[in-house]
């Protein structure tokens, strides 16, 4: 299993746009992203940090439906 590290938030939405989830709105500090796939639609909500913490990280990765290894290869 791969070990998460913090993050700046800046590579977090790289990768979620290189899974092909995109922007849709922000609240507060908490940006919204979205991704529809035949099966429906994943929605990934990350706090505009300068640094995202590896708990937080799990836990936006669990609910885009992406493992820490595919999260890497982005």
Excluded: C, W, Y
């Excluded at 940006?31 to 990934?44: C, N, Q, W």
């Excluded at 995202?52 to 890497?72: K, Y």
């Amino acid at each position: 299993m791969a070990r998460l590290r913090p993050l700046p938030f800046r590579e977090v939405k790289r990768r979620l746009e290189a899974a092909g989830f995109a922007e849709v709105s922000q609240r507060g500090s908490h940006v919204k992203f979205i991704r529809s796939t035949p099966e429906g639609t994943r929605a990934a909500i990350v706090p505009h940090h300068a640094e995202v913490r590896p708990g937080t990280l799990r836990s936006i990765l669990n609910q885009a439906g992406l493992t820490p290894e595919e999260f890497d290869q982005l």
